[in-house]
């Protein structure tokens, strides 16, 4: 079987004696959604920016293919990275939109990698391209702001719209680093409740990097848990205990069991578990 993301061995140091990466080896399946779980520094964010070709690995240490295409090996990028990069949406913590420009044009640069150069320079989109961009929106619910600048939104439908970029780029895996980290609840829930939805429905693999163990419960069926590069577990998230995550986090924890998402029950996908707030210290 083909994986929708295949990663193999991959290190990452910064520093001569610290590894961001310490031999990763991570595979997802097409329409998988994955928690990567993990405390501050685990390298959550730096896995997701090797996946997407952003970085690259220490030279001679691991390989990342995407829907079967290499994305880069042995600490460098392949030659296609380009075009293998036009099937991975991502959407950043901090929404990555330009604000000055209107929401519709921030949604459109999604489907860039698809259209002439001289067209792509000058943003020059047709009815039919502006039209999907509106279709994406609606889908995110913001349509009604589709021509206002995008400064003007809120965090939560500025996060939305970045969504709504990924769809549009028709992509094929959704990585998103840390999308809720600064949301309140309710702008939290919704995005989620967004990214499961594309993932049941259009079938895409979701990678989401989360700190807190009860929102990838909800969510996520599975979850990969990092600790200083490493990964130590790989499995499903209803078996996570807190027992389990004090022996894989000691004091780090308790960092990855507070902030509960305030969801109600029918917002949630239906074979989600739902965790109840745990409280290390009386486990």
Not at 101 to 108: Q, R
Not at 260 to 277: D, H, I, N, R, W
Request: aromatic share 4%; glycine share 8%; proline share 4%.
């Amino acid at each position: 079987m083909m994986h929708a993301i295949e990663v193999r061995g991959l290190t990452k140091s910064f520093r001569a004696d610290r590894k961001a990466l310490d031999d990763v080896t991570l595979r997802v399946a097409p329409g998988e959604m994955v928690a990567l779980l993990g405390a501050s520094g685990s390298g959550k964010s730096t896995l997701l920016r090797h996946i997407a070709g952003f970085i690259t690995s220490d030279a001679r240490c691991g390989e990342i293919l995407v829907n079967g295409r290499t994305v880069q090996s042995n600490g460098r990028l392949a030659r296609n990275v380009r075009s293998v990069r036009s099937e991975i949406g991502f959407v950043f913590q901090q929404f990555n939109l330009v604000g000055r420009l209107p929401v519709m044009t921030n949604v459109l640069v999604g489907m860039l990698s698809r259209l002439p150069k001289w067209r792509s320079l000058l943003r020059l989109f047709r009815a039919d391209e502006i039209q999907a961009g509106l279709d994406a929106l609606a889908q995110v619910g913001i349509d009604d702001y589709a021509f206002q600048r995008a400064s003007t939104l809120s965090g939560g439908q500025q996060q939305r719209a970045a969504i709504a970029r990924t769809l549009v780029q028709n992509a094929r895996v959704i990585l998103a680093d840390e999308p809720i980290a600064s949301l309140d609840p309710e702008s939290s829930r919704r995005v989620m409740s967004l990214l499961s939805q594309i993932n049941r429905t259009r079938q895409v693999a979701v990678v989401v990097s989360l700190h807190q163990v009860d929102v990838a419960m909800r969510y996520c069926p599975r979850v990969v848990a990092l600790r200083h590069g490493k990964v130590v577990y790989d499995g499903p998230s209803a078996a996570l205990t807190p027992g389990m995550l004090r022996d894989l986090y000691g004091t780090e924890a308790e960092e990855l069991l507070h902030d509960t998402l305030a969801s109600e029950p029918e917002s949630m996908p239906a074979a989600a578990p739902v965790l109840a707030p745990m409280n290390l210290a009386t486990a």
